[in-house]
């Protein structure tokens, strides 16, 4: 019987929004060169951040004045693509790997089904979204749903998605909105119609981490190794972390 592969793991880190991109990117191009293995880890936005699709060049101009709670919210650019995501009250998976395949819609596919299992264990389905191309016209990621994103049974948006590819490597990370801010939401995006998500009391963070580790065990036939990132390897990330700074 085949050795199973192994993943690491980082621990669930809070972080600004430039040091969390910093952190994806870094470990895309570690993966990309051969010296990191492949990567799962969730992440939450501190402060609360708007990140920027990496084409995405027209925004609100009050985006970059926005405060909530005596906060000023980040406004940051990702390195993957897509529209404008308000990370409050939501909870970040990225996953590095490689070996997927060439097709970019097969790869969201073989990623995307340890959402969908880990979310079905917790009783909730998922199901894959419908919007046509005219979806790049809407600034607000979780306004539509396309092919790439995941919604509830009632077509509301759950995780919204976004894919970089180094070669065969490939970085995608996604937004699971949880316990958004309706009133932010709704100064943010300009819209008045917002459905709040309701889950049962069982369903939280860490329920919610542990479904989907366990899902990606299952679905990638992998081991999980729990490895923080190093001092050696902070240093290395402060490199990105500049580099994000300086985007926008």
Excluded at 30 to 40: D, F, I, R, V
Excluded at 42 to 66: D, M
Aim: charged share 20%; proline share 4%; net charge negative.
């Amino acid at each position: 019987m085949p050795k199973q592969q192994v993943w690491r793991l980082i621990p669930i880190l809070a972080a600004a929004g430039d040091v969390q991109m910093a952190i994806d990117r870094w470990l895309l191009a570690q993966h990309e060169s051969g010296k990191n293995a492949p990567t799962l880890r969730f992440y939450t936005w501190s402060p609360p951040a708007i990140s920027l699709g990496y084409h995405q060049r027209h925004y609100p101009e009050f985006w970059q004045n926005l405060i909530w709670k005596g906060e000023k919210l980040d406004l940051v650019r990702r390195p993957t693509g897509g529209r404008a995501v308000l990370h409050q009250g939501d909870l970040t998976y990225s996953v590095v790997t490689s070996g997927l395949g060439e097709s970019r819609l097969d790869v969201y596919a073989k990623i995307c089904e340890f959402l969908i299992q880990g979310w079905r264990s917790l009783g909730i389905e998922l199901y894959y979204g419908q919007a046509g191309r005219g979806y790049i016209h809407n600034p607000n990621c979780f306004g539509t749903a396309t092919g790439a994103d995941l919604v509830l049974a009632d077509g509301s948006k759950l995780i919204g998605s976004a894919q970089l590819r180094k070669a065969y490597a490939v970085l995608q990370h996604g937004s699971m909105r949880l316990n958004s801010d309706a009133d932010l939401f709704a100064e943010v995006f300009n819209e008045e119609s917002f459905n709040s998500l309701k889950f049962p009391e069982t369903i939280n963070q860490e329920t919610i981490i542990k479904a989907l580790i366990a899902a990606a065990c299952d679905c990638f036939t992998i081991e999980i190794e729990v490895k923080p990132l190093s001092q050696d390897e902070w240093d290395q990330i402060n490199i990105y972390h500049q580099e994000c700074r300086d985007v926008l």
